[in-house]
């Protein structure tokens, strides 16, 4: 099995910095994708960033020049950067990753269990 733990969120004021990791563990294989959602009261879940295993990387439009994705494969291990915050920013962040399982060689998609970002003054 496969774990994905989060790291980083908190209370911010706007036009602070957050860094937020997410950590996999367990019976891994390979990890390929690895993204970053984020679910707001009331709205729906969306892509905020993704970055494939060989570092591709995109972004919701909203967040362009101000967050930065990024992953260390050797720790299994993605990042999100995240600058010039926006109480529009607020959400429960999620990891993502698309994962080979070791013990049978089948591609799974896991979630963390969701990190709080507030900006706000």
């Known amino acids: 099995q496969v774990q994905l733990v989060e790291s980083g969120g908190g209370l911010v004021q706007p036009g602070g910095s957050l860094r937020l990791s997410c950590a996999a563990s367990g019976s891994i294989f390979r990890i390929d994708d690895m993204a970053w959602y984020r679910q707001a009261p009331g709205k729906q879940r969306e892509l905020v960033a993704g970055?494939?295993?060989?570092?591709?990387?995109k972004y919701v439009d909203s967040v362009k020049g101000r967050f930065t994705i990024s992953r260390d494969n050797a720790k299994n291990t993605v990042y999100l950067q995240m600058n010039s915050l926006k109480p529009e920013d607020t959400a429960v962040y999620y990891c993502?990753?698309?994962?080979?399982?070791?013990?049978?060689?089948?591609?799974?998609?896991?979630w963390g269990q969701g990190t709080q970002v507030t900006v706000s003054s």
């Open positions: 970055i494939a295993r060989g570092g591709s990387t």
């Open positions: 993502n990753a698309d994962a080979f399982e070791l013990r049978n060689g089948l591609r799974y998609g896991y």
